[in-house]
């Protein structure tokens, strides 16, 4: 008898159930916000279909939107295009303004960063890529993403502008959306926070920067391991020829760019500055063993130290360690010593080239991870002490046991033998941290320390919406100094690959910084003391009643793992409608107070 129940109850679920919907007609167009994927597989909801595309946006900003189109018959050569865009007074903004992209689906298994995205076996394609827009072939029963941004005129009048998106494909009958933006009137300002691409897109340089300022960077991360640079090592002391004259050509290409011209300008140094100094070395004949073929930070620790007893560990340094009694004061050994100088002298050449050509202050990106093993937060600890020694400011980009955790219990890397609890607090002037470090606490402490407080982002993960999270509302919440985009937006870093390819996390980025920049116009506002009283309250109430709904940590939102590389869920997920609506809060108060 209860089986017979248990069956009766679930056809009557299944009558229940809504059946999935099926196209009502052989192409449909549709709209869905750019925060959701499209699969191949997908249907369109009903409210989807032939929907308006709603904008809004500041005269300069871009603002992306995402079509979709649904065949049940074969296409060839869709494509879409957008009329002009009429406006108040007879305002337009031209279709040359309009930027479109399609997106290429891949399996995600294939390419690595990208086989952590999350899969299902309904969607075996991911949407990845995003290329330039070709008109392109559409398989019968299968859907499409197509990519739209507008990049709104410097001088657009403020009012609501309308218009038409057209798609035609040989097969199909031609179909239209319509389109409105509502441009306000106000301008955005460059955020406080240094923001910055740590890719990599050597032979492509100038379009790099370009696109990087197009999405919201003001300053670069100069990569010195491409200049190919090797140290001399005469009477004594330590010399680079040709990287103030390579370096400078960056630096003038970045800020011709308008990168690097009021922020501070990154150089990554990691083990290419340690193999600089070795090649030196090793012309003027002092050689080591130990470093023949390069230069490993997490297996060359150390050359730098007085060797004590190994330790056979299992736990973040697989082998032998060898644990030394000092390995917070400058090196002991020979070899070591002259290499310390050779970090010392390029940190001082390049510090003095940026104070004789003009440039805002440097800093070095010393080594990524040193959480990875001892050996790699040992070689950390040694640069940083030469840093110091240099005067030159240090940036790690870490997760908070070894930094500064208070809590001894929770130590990654404890004392062995005559070598102490091995932490980077007292030596680093910018912690750039792992996402999901941040928070309250590790805010505090490094203003505490008197340190700079940043994150490093990753954009390779197709969680547009957790990126968005990371690089506007997070930034605000927790007053981020610097943010580090990581890693390949591109996969064009080859001149003769043509045109850069980029990711919906890419494009995520730039909405991020832009929803902190309305929080930052949205500050300034409520300070000035020509706007209204009661708007002023009004702003300052509506800051501080979304700093109580933004959470303190990306587990809210979600996460790229850093030792299992899947994404993590978090635990409430920010629908798009959340995000829009307050920025649309922001921009209105704005309003208010500007009387724009």
Known sequence: MKRLTLIVLLGLLSACSPAARKPAAPVEVFTRHWHEPIYREDVPEQAEVGAEVQLFATPGEYEPASLGVRAEVALSKAHWSVSPLQGPNGAVIQPDRFEWRVTEYLDPTQFDPFRRWIRSKEHPLQPGFLQPATPVEIAAGSAQQFWLTVHVPDDAAAGTYRGTLSFEAGGSAPQSLPISLQVYGFRLQEVRASMFAAGDNWPVLESSFADDRAHGMNTVLINPGHLKVAGVYQDGSFRFPGMSEKVAAVVRLAQGQGLGLTHEIGITMHHHLARSAIAGLDAAGIKNPEVEGGFDDREDYSIFYEKGEGVELEQRFRGTYYPTATPYHPPTTEYGKLLYRGWIAAFRQLDSDARVNGWPKLWYWLTDEPHVNRGRLRSALTMCLAAQEAGSTSLITCNEPTVSEPDPEKLWFRAIGDEPDLRLAPFLKSRCYYNAYLSEETLERTRAAGGVYGAYVNIYGNQPASVRFQTGMLAYRLTLDLIMMWSYPSVGTDAEKGPRAYLRDWEAVREGIDDLKYFEALQRAAQDERAPLDKRIEA????????????????????????????????????????????RRVAQAIEGLTGR
Not at 542 to 570: C, H, K, M
């Open 540 to 583: 300052k109430d509506l800051l501080d009643e979304l700093s109580r709904e933004i959470p303190t940590n990306v587990r809210a939102v979600g996460f790229v793992d850093s030792f299992t590389g899947e994404w993590v869920r978090g635990k409430e997920r920010w629908k798009a409608e959340r995000f829009e609506s307050t920025r």
